[in-house]
Nanobody, 131 residues
Framework: QEQLVESGGGSVQAGGSLRLSCART????????MAWFRQDPGKEREGVAA?????????YYADSVKGRFTISQNNAKNTIDLQMNDLNVDDTSLYYC???????????????????????WGQGTQVTVSS
């Protein structure tokens, strides 16, 4: 069974940086989408960034994180990472790693990365940004 485990969350001051990592084990799929989502209580799960694992690393970002966050793939470590720079208080959330569809669209609809298109999820890692 495919398993995803997130790490790297923590507390940081506004303007600081964190790097999240998602370790994937037990999976055999190639050329599929990996993504990071975040969700606060009472809010819809928001797609933050997605990457298609086809070698050329086609990526998608939510407008709110463009220019600040970078999603990347480390094949040697079998991880998907999210470098988060210039963090602000609105970035405070529980962040989830997810594995999704085997197509380069990565479950996007109208610019949004849809959680319903993703089938495997980690347990989440908390990111807290203080002003």
């Amino acid at each position: 069974q495919e398993q995803l485990v997130e790490s790297g969350g923590g507390s940081v001051q506004a303007g600081g940086s964190l790097r999240l990592s998602c370790a994937r084990t037990g999976g055999t799929r190639r050329n599929y989408c990996m993504a990071w989502f975040r969700q606060d209580p009472g809010k819809e799960r928001e797609g933050v960034a997605a990457l298609y694992t086809d070698g050329d690393h086609r990526i998608y970002y939510a407008d709110s994180v463009k220019g600040r966050f970078t999603i990347s793939q480390n094949n040697a470590k079998n991880t998907i990472d999210l470098q988060m720079n210039d963090l602000n208080v609105d970035d405070t959330s529980l962040y989830y790693c997810a594995a999704g569809p085997p197509n380069p669209g990565c479950g996007r609809d109208g610019g949004r990365i849809l959680a319903t298109e993703y089938s495997a999820w980690g347990q989440g890692t908390q990111v807290t940004v203080s002003s």
